[in-house]
């Protein structure tokens, strides 16, 4: 994983030996890529916690109270995104690596009715629900401010208070990058 970051820090910089030794105090300061396709918000700069629930894909409800001291990871997609269906299996990856580390993963669908969204996973091997909000929006509106409510795929960690953490915009690239933002929101202490 460090030589992964390493190795996408230096393209960031003309002299990258510096971001690459500090880059394991990215929790105590932001870091943009400089392409803007991800970001680490250290926690003294995180906005307000995000309150977000709605119907599921597979029935039922979410609501993200209920995982209060659990990072969350929020992926945006549609079925149709070409970019959503290259990171599925990615995501579904991480899901599988951090559930048991009590990382909570959910999808916000906004586009498609949860038939199309089941077949989507049952395509592409996604086990973690996803959140409806093509009628409502009501989750997007949530999340105003954090996340472009066009822009998908776009991916959040939510720290344990539930503030965003970490954002990838656009299509997740570097699964080693995801994996050590995730573990540092982890790592913090709820």
Known sequence: GAAAVVSLLSGCSADSSGLAQNYGDVAEQDYFSSDGAFSFIAAQNRSEPLIFSGELDIGGSWSSPEYLA???????WFAGCPPCRLEAEDLELLHQEYRDAGVQFIGVNILDGPETARTFADEFGVTYPSLMDANSGLVRLSFAGEASPTAVPTTLILDHD???????????TDVDLMRTMISDVLAEAP
């Open 162 to 172: 539930h503030r965003v953490a970490a954002r990838v915009n656009g299509l997740i």
């Open 70 to 76: 659990q990072p969350i990871l929020v992926n945006f």
